[in-house]
């Protein structure tokens, strides 16, 4: 593994850690805090886990099957709003979430690390709604993507935190 891929490895196994700290000193009550219309802190948490096992069958797959096509078009079919409902995110338990996100982690960066370097540059394949023309992510965008997803949702829940004075 290159010295590039084991920092961005680094990187991404600080994941759980960085939602814990986001959510750390909560209420119960304070996790259905949310700004405006958006997602609750609750709704972000379950959001980001169930999405990282999402992508997380697509980077199997495409390690073994470089050229794959992600299979998301039942995803696609309803938005991540209806999900979150149909998924119960706004009465989950956030504990089970996080210890499932935290050896979700660890489990794809011992794979990961156990690669040959050439394997992340493998790329699976997704046309997303709307699209005329598909997009080939390699595995690792994917990583950098989850990295950054992360980031943007530890923002937002920042801000709510803010906005509510917790």
């Keep these: ?14 994941l759980p850690s960085q939602l814990e700290e986001a959510i750390v000193g ?3 009550g304070d996790l259905d805090l949310r700004k405006g219309n958006g997602w609750s802190i609750r709704e972000i948490v379950c959001h980001l886990v169930e999405g990282e096992q999402l992508w997380q069958i697509n980077l199997r ?3 073994g099957l470089n ?10 079919e309803l938005s ?14 956030l504990k089970a979430m ?18 040959p370097t050439d394997i992340w540059e493998h790329y699976g394949r997704v046309t997303w709604p709307a699209a005329e023309e598909e997009t080939r992510l390699t595995v690792r965008e994917i990583v950098e993507i989850q990295i950054r997803h992360m980031d943007g949702h ?13």
């Design 1 to 14: 593994m290159s010295e590039t891929n084991g920092n961005l490895l680094d990187q991404y196994l600080q």
């Design 26 to 28: 909560l209420e119960e």
């Design 61 to 63: 797959t495409v390690i």
């Design 67 to 76: 050229g794959a096509k992600f299979p998301f078009e039942w995803y696609f």
């Design 80 to 93: 991540q709003v209806e999900w979150s409902k149909h998924w119960a995110y706004s009465t989950r338990f």
């Design 98 to 115: 996080l210890d499932l996100f935290r050896a979700d982690t660890q489990y794809l960066a011992d794979i990961l690390r156990n690669l």
């Design 154 to 166: 530890a923002a937002d829940i920042q801000a709510i935190r803010a906005l509510h004075g917790c």
